[in-house]
């Protein structure tokens, strides 16, 4: 493992009490930082802050990523945010976009675009104030490319894509860089929301042949959110096993 030096920072980590979250909790502890987890399952949650204390320093808020106010309190707990990690997501299961719920629809939506929103809207102030911050949202490659029976997730992460560039060029000045990842389908509890075809179609777009370790994209976030990433910002950074043809 290459070492990240973020000795000093204190990062939010949304959904980081499993799966990509959770090995990006572990490779930022590594590197030195304080993290905060911010996820809804409060057992899940618990027990994952147990799990990483032995990593470093460790704490967790139960918090409603969807919910206005939610937000603004868990970041009014904090005295500093140096590092923002959108990561919470939901795929909403599989289906032609006509057979979709309304309902299954508007929430993935909620969850992985109004939440990124929500969290920029209230810690990017706290950056803004110190003049420093970076922010890394985990989008997906069906953001670039739309994958069939996914729409409502595809749209989800396009929207995240475009969240990220537009905050980038708004804070470009202000020493906080905003970066996206686009990740190929690696193995989380994700997927429990959809269908073995779906795994597969994935799968079978990746030149390299096998799912992507979560413990790869959580080195990507290493380096995004360190002052070695300095001239980086609105830059969706590829890792799909060469899928992704730009």
Not at 142 to 157: D, L, R, T, V
Request: aromatic share 6%.
């Amino acid at each position: 493992m290459n070492n990240i030096d973020l000795k000093g920072r204190v990062a939010v980590i949304t959904g980081g009490a499993q799966g990509i979250g959770y090995a990006t909790c572990e490779r930022l502890l590594q590197s030195g930082a304080q993290v905060v987890i911010w996820d809804i399952d409060a057992a899940q949650l618990d027990a994952a802050c147990k799990a990483l204390s032995a990593l470093g320093p460790v704490s967790g808020q139960v918090v409603e990523l969807t919910d206005d106010a939610s937000v603004a309190a868990a970041t009014a707990a904090l005295p500093r945010i140096d590092i923002l990690v959108n990561n919470a997501g939901i795929t909403g299961g599989n289906a032609p976009t006509w057979e979709l719920d309304p309902a299954v629809w508007r929430r993935v939506i909620e969850v992985n675009l109004i939440a990124p929103y929500l969290t920029c809207r209230h810690v990017v102030p706290h950056m803004l104030q110190r003049g420093w911050g970076r922010i890394v949202n985990i989008a997906s490659v069906a953001g670039k490319e739309g994958n069939p029976n996914a729409s409502h997730y595809s749209a989800s992460k396009a929207g995240l894509i475009a969240l990220t560039k537009s905050v980038a060029k708004e804070v470009a000045t202000k020493g906080i860089l905003v970066n996206a990842i686009t990740p190929a389908v690696a193995k989380t509890a994700m997927f429990a929301q959809m269908t073995e075809q779906h795994i597969s179609y994935m799968l079978g777009k990746i030149p390299m042949g096998r799912l992507l370790e979560v413990q790869e994209i959580a080195a990507m976030v290493a380096w995004l959110s360190s002052e070695d990433c300095s001239f980086s910002t609105g830059a969706v950074f590829d890792i799909t096993g060469g899928r992704a043809t730009y």
